[in-house]
């Protein structure tokens, strides 16, 4: 099985940076795809941004484009989110994901394994 522990969540101010991290661990292939999904307090989880095992290809969500970058170095077996320019409305818990197929997908049920999440608050 695949375990994920995300972490790096915070408290920012508008216009200010985190980088979140998500380690996997157990029995992990090549065709494993990460994702990082959000969820904000009364809404319903939604998908932030993906990336595929090679990294050449990577996927995301309107609301983060120019702004988040994901990526994943995978000697470590992590994977990151850079996030800059953050607003109050990327105010959420962060969780990362990870399936065993080649595909990114952008559902919930596309992810076979999830962190524990992280919490990320930016304040006005």
């Known amino acids: 099985q695949v375990q994920l522990v995300d972490s790096g969540g915070g408290l920012v101010q508008a216009g200010g940076s985190l980088r979140l991290s998500c380690v996997a661990s157990g029995r992990t292939f090549s065709s494993v795809t990460m994702a990082w999904f959000r969820q904000a307090s009364g809404k319903e989880r939604e998908f932030v941004a993906a990336?595929?095992?090679?990294?050449?290809?990577?996927n995301y969500a309107d609301s983060v484009k120019g702004r988040f970058t994901i990526s994943r170095d995978n000697a470590k077996n992590t994977m990151y989110l850079q996030m800059n320019s953050l607003k109050p409305e990327d105010t959420a818990d962060y969780y990362c994901?990870?399936?065993?197929?080649?595909?990114?997908?952008?559902?919930?049920?596309?992810?076979?394994?999830w962190g524990q999440g992280t919490q990320v608050t930016v304040s006005s």
């Open positions: 990336i595929t095992l090679s990294g050449a290809r990577t």
């Open positions: 994901a990870a399936n065993l197929r080649g595909y990114i997908g952008y559902l919930r049920q596309s992810y076979d394994y």
